[in-house]
């Protein structure tokens, strides 16, 4: 039988990312391996990253967390959607849910019947025909009583990371504080051999995670693994972060409100609020941020705004050697659409899936490197998709987004799109159709024509179908209780 070559695992960094591996690699194979995690208080996290997909609920799942234990601990709220406020033009409001727009067959996508009722004179808003949509606008929210809606959670993910901790640690996982200073390599496969820290330990590991934020200090700064710049087509590269005092009920989706220089977000918490301003500092200056960010607050400030600095792109091989990056070591796409943390979760999923344990070969670390890849490129359209459809024409930030050159896999999405109402789902790629649609109309994208099969019905017949399932949705979010009011049940607020 073959031996166990790799056992020794070392997760370098404690924020979200590494303690996101080390619970998903102590839960999963935790009797296989050795784990510990080196962290530093004084460097700290880089403190953001609240708002989350649909698949954190998988990656739950997969820890086995209790979901009302996880909601208390990390201050969380549920999330429907993004609604994206001044993108097409200024005053255009539309809601990326989570939700299925209306019901598609095999020949195509429900929204073709919209368009033919549309063109016909009837049929109302596409996000009359999806629930989690309808729901948001609603601000209501229910699960495990009633119709299913498909959501995420905001939290907080300070928070986040000490619940993780505590969960590692009480399932094996040693935590070492202390800063690294040098990473020690094999003088001849430059295979990582150990972290050695300023007070002079050594930690020995036979595989090392990357978790260690932007600086990437076994990835890039040992490895020189090289990163591909985006920045040239996601040109944001500054965010400062603040926290406010909530002056109201937690509504359930993520506010993202475009500026002359690139976009604001609102998280509600159960405790608080998350506020970040997104901008490029070739069009607006710290000041001007700070000046824009705290103009828009509507609660007390509990901490003093953060610059954050970044450059968007992805680490040319997320997995060299004996390392593999997670978290923003790996790269950094944009806080958009809120990937960042689910791709965290697919990293160590798929490490979990190739785990090397009879030792790293080329061909593992070619497959993982792959697979990363082609998952990251397609969310990157998706998000360069955001910035190239506006008509704004109001600052030179916009003028450059509207009419720069975007990568030929997305240009074929947009033109498919205008031409013929096609929006597809690729292999392995995050979003799905519904999620092209939602941003593709609701920043203002017409197709020209589309599929012909919604007139293979009588006009009265679509007509009624149409109205049918508006009604049906609307009966199924009157039925759901206010979110906030839910929230404080499932939680055990109301009842303490
Ligand atoms: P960090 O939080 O930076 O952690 C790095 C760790 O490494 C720390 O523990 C630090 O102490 C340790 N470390 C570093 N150097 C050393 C050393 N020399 N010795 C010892 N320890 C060391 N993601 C989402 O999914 N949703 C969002 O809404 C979202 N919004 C974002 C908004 C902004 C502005 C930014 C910048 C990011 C956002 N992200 C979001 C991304 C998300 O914040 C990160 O993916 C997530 O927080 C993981 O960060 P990390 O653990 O990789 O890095």
């Not at 999923?349 to 790293?360: A, D, E, I, S």
């Amino acid at each position: 039988m073959q031996d166990q070559v790799v056992k020794k695992v070392v997760v370098a960094g404690g924020g979200t990312a590494g303690w996101m591996a080390a619970a998903a690699l102590a839960r999963q194979l935790g009797p296989l391996l050795d784990i510990s995690l080196v962290e530093s208080d004084e460097i700290g996290t880089v403190g953001v990253g609240e708002s989350t997909i649909p698949t954190a609920r998988t990656f739950n799942a997969l820890l086995g967390i209790d979901e009302p234990a996880f909601m208390r601990a990390t201050q969380a709220t549920f999330k429907l959607g993004i609604s994206f406020e001044d993108w097409g033009q200024v005053g255009d409001r539309y809601i990326h849910s989570f939700g299925q727009v209306g019901k598609s067959n095999w020949m195509g996508s429900f929204h073709h019947f919209w368009l033919q009722a549309r063109a016909a004179g009837f049929g109302g808003e596409l996000g009359d025909y999806c629930f989690e949509l309808q729901a948001a606008l609603a601000d209501r929210f229910s699960v495990g009583e009633g119709p299913e809606l498909n959501y995420a959670y905001h939290l907080d993910a300070t928070l986040y990371g000490g619940f993780l901790r505590q969960m590692s640690e009480g399932l094996g996982v040693r935590r070492i504080e202390g800063k690294i200073g040098q990473v020690e390599q094999h003088p001849e496969t430059g295979f990582i051999r150990a972290l050695v820290l300023e007070n002079g330990d050594r930690v020995e590991g036979d595989l090392f995670i990357d978790c260690t934020g932007f600086r990437g200090l076994l990835i890039e700064q040992t490895l020189k693994a090289g990163y591909e710049d985006w920045s040239h087509w996601l040109p944001t590269n500054s965010a400062l972060a603040v926290q406010t005092r909530s002056t109201g009920p937690a509504v359930p989706y993520t506010r993202a409100i475009a500026h002359q220089a690139g976009w604001r977000w609102k998280i509600p918490l159960q405790h608080r609020v998350g506020n970040g301003l997104v901008y490029c500092d070739d069009y607006m200056s710290d000041d001007q941020a700070r000046e824009t960010l705290l103009g828009a607050l509507d609660g007390e400030r509990l901490i003093e705004p953060r610059v954050i600095r970044y450059r968007t792109g992805r680490r040319r091989k997320t997995w060299s050697k004996n390392c593999i990056a997670l978290g923003l070591a790996s790269g950094f796409v944009e806080p958009l659409e809120s990937t960042s943390i689910h791709l965290i979760m697919i990293g160590v999923t798929r490490l979990m899936q190739l785990f090397p344990f009879g030792g790293v070969s080329d061909a593992v670390v070619a497959r993982y490197n792959q697979q990363a890849v082609d998952e990251l490129e397609k969310i990157r359209d998706f998000i360069i998709l955001h910035y190239k459809l506006t008509e704004r024409t109001d600052s030179p930030f916009w003028d450059r987004c509207r009419t720069m050159d975007i990568p030929d896999s997305l240009a074929q999405r947009i033109a498919l799109f205008h031409e013929s109402a096609q929006a597809f789902q690729a292999p392995g790629e995050l979003f799905q159709v519904d999620s092209w649609l939602q941003v593709m109309l609701g920043q203002r994208l017409e197709p020209v024509a589309h599929h012909q099969m919604g007139r293979l019905m009588p006009p009265e017949q679509l007509r009624a179908a149409l109205a049918d399932l508006s009604g049906n949705i609307a009966r199924a979010v009157g039925s759901l209780p206010n979110h906030q009011a839910f929230l404080d049940r499932y939680c055990g607020v109301a009842a303490a």
